[in-house]
């Protein structure tokens, strides 16, 4: 007896694909008729029908039977009729018979494989059949097959009709999902005609003219069926863009290097240029790239070997794509820490977590970059030569730089940790190297570079951003001297430690340890939120606070400002629960990174934070009126001259149990029983309760008309009916109760926490944005103090509109007693008159 059998012409490649062939067992006077519907994959209570079909010159013999997984013994179930399987053999026409293999309420044990065989004489042949049955609901899936199993056209059964799937969002992503529909738990690929043509059958376009097709799909990597998919609109079928599977029998080895770049239209990777792929949950997919900074593409580059940094563009930008092109994007919010060295270090989101809708897909907003050489940097080239002198210790000395054919030096002033890291490596001291601030002799040489900006990373003069000069002899305390590692150093396991006589009480400068340095921690907008974290790091579990030392102002000795612009939730216990908060005013990211006029002192708490009660005294109704606080056992009024900044609205009404916004105006004290010291307040907007805030202190009583009041939004208040819009520069524009105002913007008041709520209020499609200083326009016709302008505002992270927001006054106004709402200029510290702006990004 001869055996013909589809499944001994399966082999596995290197991917884990079935390698296919074309031939159809015919064995003569036998064989199979092609297509069929070799895959099924559908719910509990459901029916299947298996159909084999023959095309042979007399009527052959059929025989079903189960292959059990376990043991690999094949089971009949022919002359079975238990209530759920029956069998049904008969000619068709011509020489073809057709036998059915009905299953009716489908159990999740009818799962596995069943094979039909077709015996003639002598002869026989066998075809198989894989099914699976899901416990929960899911729309019946099968493949149209014309060669093997678990290979063909993906067809889903809606409205008691069949429809396939085109090329329309339908990518590896999408084939791995209903190959897992179908039981196969490595996923697939997806296939085409235009280069697949074993898939599909040369007669498939007469047969199928009128067939419906679903012209959209779009799966999450952690689908598990086709059911959990989002699908688009049915269309008659375009017999051009139907696509097919083939599902693995094995996993996709997992690559050492998780980034790799393609350029589309070419069986090539690129080694330098081209769209970013990543591989995630066994698919390769393109990266997002809204949202993607200098960070993301840099650790991009060093992950692929490459430490000069790059360039990020979107794809529509430098290919062309088609409709045949099965990758899409796998990934979303791609965020680096700066200075990653690998992927890995970075935190992301898989495509379409929280919305499975999202536009990020083949059509051009994908990521490309361009990994930069050293030549792209800087077009006078690399062939700048460094030395140490005026130290007989090899690894140490006064840095010299050959220019012009003669040696000369550069100022200290500006090289710094992240200079001298440079120039170590540079000289070939691969773990770097610091600064030494002793005095040395001076080179008779000039100075070459009196200013210079470099990254930690920086690995050459060329990675950094500098100036040549011209000085005509070097100054003993301005020429730089380094020493440079010979050895690793180690890494603390806590990366925060306090500087100072009373550092084991808590009580110091605060340094974090980053990229092998200890540095300084900027403390702008930081509070006791920041404070308590750092605290609990660093053991005291009782929180802290924000002091300033600003005697640090200015020093060149100091480690670099390894961190800033942090915010932390309250009761945070871990770094990564903070988010950075960004500004885009140049001065004030300077005075972070350069003076230490801001570096953090620390104060822990041995004590839990005392609980202070408050109260709205005078007003019309629970949500407004005077702020006391109730001090020493009695009520104090909270004094205004000082400033109350909008933060401090946030936490006393978040203390009262409102959950809007609320706003602040100041005039003449209402409460006569107040104690004979008035409380300066200052809250950074995260504390619970105002005895949580940095400050909390007594001044000596103020004859004036500078208390506080507050107002804290309800739900029906008119201020959560604000809407916003955008002038053509970006300027934004707020309507309220029929008036039009302008934000002031200023310094670091208005940063991309707010940008992105009022992007959000435009279109909530808008995922974050980017805040502008726009300066104002001055004319004989309009005068900046009398425009409506919302001087203060302070929006919490995470909110989606202003009247969720807080809002206060310049105490330097001339009318801070009319409260937010009303004129006033937006002038800064330099007399600028600033607007906020905002840029909005999906």
């Known amino acids: 007896m001869s055996v013909a059998s589809h499944i001994l012409n399966i082999n596995i490649n290197e991917d884990g694909l079935i390698k296919l062939h074309r031939d159809i067992p015919n064995v003569t006077g036998l064989e199979f008729i092609s297509p069929y519907f070799s895959n099924y994959g559908t719910g509990e209570n459901s029916k299947i029908i298996l159909r084999c079909k023959v095309k042979t010159y007399a009527e052959p013999y059929f025989e079903w039977m189960r292959i059990d997984n376990t043991t690999s013994a094949k089971i009949k179930i022919n002359d079975t009729d238990d209530g759920r399987y029956l069998i049904h053999t008969k000619k068709v ?422 990229d092998g340095y200890w540095g300084s921690v900027c403390s702008f907008h930081m509070g006791t939120s920041e404070a308590s974290l750092f605290c609990h790091i660093l053991g005291f579990t009782y929180g802290g606070y924000i002091l300033i030392n600003k005697k640090n102002y200015g020093r060149s000795d100091l480690g670099p400002v390894l961190l800033g612009g942090i915010e932390c939730p309250w009761n945070s216990e871990d770094l990564d629960q903070c988010s950075e908060r960004l500004w885009t005013f140049e001065d004030f990211r300077n005075v972070c990174s350069f003076l230490h006029q801001y570096d953090v002192e620390l104060n822990c708490r041995s004590d839990p934070f005392p609980d202070y009660e408050i109260q709205l005294f005078g007003g019309n109704s629970n949500n407004e009126g005077q702020l006391l606080l109730k001090y020493h056992d009695k009520w104090s009024t909270v004094y205004y001259d000082h400033g109350f900044s909008a933060t401090n609205v946030a936490v006393v009404c978040k203390q009262l149990g409102y959950r809007h916004g609320g706003e602040m105006h100041t005039k003449q004290s209402v409460y006569e029983n107040s104690r004979r010291k008035w409380l300066i307040l200052e809250c950074n907007g995260k504390e619970q309760n105002v005895g949580h805030c940095n400050t909390v202190r007594e001044e000596d009583y103020h004859y004036s008309d500078n208390a506080v009041f507050i107002k804290c939004y309800k739900t029906s208040d008119t201020e959560l009916q604000m809407t916003v819009s955008l002038e053509s520069d970006g300027k934004v524009i707020v309507h309220r109760q029929g008036e039009t105002w302008k934000i002031c913007a200023y310094d670091w008041e208005w940063d991309d926490v707010g940008a992105t709520t009022v992007c959000r209020m435009i279109n909530n499609s808008f995922s974050n944005g980017t805040a502008t200083h726009l300066s104002y326009e001055l004319s004989s016709q309009n005068d900046p103090e009398m425009e409506n302008s919302i001087q203060l505002l302070y929006c919490p992270r995470g909110v989606s509109r202003l009247g969720d927001c807080f809002y206060g006054r310049d105490p330097d106004t001339r009318a801070r007693w009319l409260g937010p709402w009303g004129p006033g200029d937006c002038a800064n510290d330099k007399y600028e008159v600033l607007r906020a702006g905002v840029r909005c990004h999906i």
Request: with cysteine.
């Open 93 to 514: 026409r011509g020489r073809r018979y057709i036998s059915k293999l009905v299953i009716r309420n489908t159990i999740a044990s009818d799962s596995g494989t069943i094979s039909c065989s077709v015996r003639r004489l002598t002869t026989v042949i066998e075809r198989q059949f894989k099914v699976k049955i899901h416990e929960s609901g899911l729309n019946p899936t099968r493949i149209e097959s014309y060669t093997h199993v678990g290979e063909g056209v993906v067809e889903i059964l809606q409205r008691n009709k069949w429809n396939r799937f085109t090329c329309y969002g339908f990518t590896a992503v999408e084939a791995s999902v209903v190959c897992r529909s179908l039981g196969y738990p490595y996923g697939g690929e997806a296939r085409t005609q235009s280069d697949e043509r074993r898939v599909f059958d040369l007669h498939y376009r007469k047969r199928n003219e009128n067939r419906m097709c679903i012209f959209g799909i779009r799966c999450l990597l952690k689908d598990t069926d086709i059911s959990q998919c989002y699908k688009q609109k049915n269309d008659k079928c375009d017999i051009d863009l139907v696509v097919g599977v083939t599902c693995r029998l094995q996993p996709l080895e997992v690559p050492d290097v998780p980034v790799r770049l393609v350029i589309p239209g070419f069986d090539v990777l690129n080694s330098r240029e081209g769209v970013v792929e990543v591989f995630l949950n066994d698919v390769w997919g393109f990266v997002c790239y809204d949202g993607i900074g200098q960070f993301e593409v840099d650790a991009l580059c060093q992950t692929l070997g490459f430490r000069n940094g790059g360039v990020g563009y979107q794809r529509q930008a430098i290919y062309k794509f088609t409709l045949f092109d099965l990758s899409r994007a796998v990934l979303q919010n791609l965020s680096c820490p700066e200075n990653a060295l690998n992927y890995n270090e970075c935190s992301h989101l898989e495509w379409g977590e929280g919305c499975r809708s999202c536009q990020c897909d083949s059509w051009g907003t994908n990521l490309v970059i361009r990994c930069w050489t050293k030549a792209e940097i800087n077009h006078s080239g690399s062939g700048v030569r460094v030395r140490l002198a005026a130290s007989n210790i090899e690894h140490e000395g006064r840095v010299e730089i050959l220019h012009n054919n003669i040696w000369g030096t550069v100022t200290k002033r500006w090289l710094g940790y992240p200079g001298a890291n440079m120039i170590c490596k540079m000289i070939g001291y691969k773990y770097g190297g610091v600064p030494i601030f002793d005095a040395i002799p001076p080179t008779p040489g000039p100075v070459w570079i009196n200013y210079i900006k470099c990254p930690l990373d920086a690995n050459d003069l060329l990675d950094c951003y500098f100036k040549w000069v011209n000085q005509d002899i070097g100054v003993m305390d301005e020429d730089i001297s380094v020493k440079c590692r010979t050895e690793p150093i180690e890494v603390p396991d806590v990366k925060f430690r306090l500087i100072g006589p009373r550092n084991d009480t808590g009580k110091g400068r605060l340094e974090y340890f980053r």
